[in-house]
């Protein structure tokens, strides 16, 4: 026996859709005729011999091998083409190429001259200070700049490769260039 459980906006099983359909088909088919079951098999199926089994199987080894040589058949004429636009190209390419210069972002604006210049001076600043490297807040104070200013032209110079931070032992982070 089931236990009905209210949940949200259920209703109650007397007054739901499906004991609706359910009184529904009880009246208009008062006595419905009992299913009959299907009759039982005679005869028990006997196992096929092994080898009747294995006569009945295609050659898989057979198979493998016809497979090979169609793909073979079909991919000939594409393995010979490759074959001779790879001497065609060797033939055709007496010096290499030059490397193609690094491409720059051709993402956003430009920066503005203000910017740029203040980068500069960070660079200047940061190749001044040496070995050591030098702090963001102190980078701040010497360009008399704000640190979020100064810590958005060190990013741009570690993107183009010119500075890198580093953590360095009694000095914390420092920002040395390259």
């Given at each position: 026996m089931s236990f009905w459980v209210a949940k949200n906006r259920q209703k109650a099983p007397e007054e739901n859709a499906f004991a609706k359909?359910?009184?529904?088909n009880r009246t208009r088919n008062p006595n419905?005729?009992?299913?009959t079951a299907?009759?039982?098999i005679s005869e028990?199926?006997?196992t096929p011999e092994p080898s009747a089994v294995a006569d009945a199987m295609p050659d898989l080894q057979a198979l493998r091998e016809a497979a090979e040589k169609a793909a073979a058949l079909i991919h000939a004429d594409e393995v010979k083409a490759a074959d001779e636009l790879s001497a065609l190209?060797?033939?055709i390419q007496g010096e290499p190429e030059p490397e193609p210069e690094p491409e720059t972002s051709r993402r956003g604006r430009k920066p503005d001259p203000a910017v740029a210049e203040r980068t500069a001076k960070i660079l200047e600043e940061v190749r001044q200070a040496g070995a050591s490297g030098i702090s963001k807040p102190d980078l701040a104070e010497k360009v008399q700049e704000k640190e979020q200013q100064v810590y958005t032209s060190l990013r741009q110079l570690q993107k183009d490769g010119k500075v890198e931070s580093k953590y360095l032992d009694g000095l914390g982070y420092r920002w040395v260039a390259l």
């Open positions: 359909r359910a009184r529904r419905p005729e009992p299913e299907p009759e039982p028990p199926e006997t190209g060797q033939e």
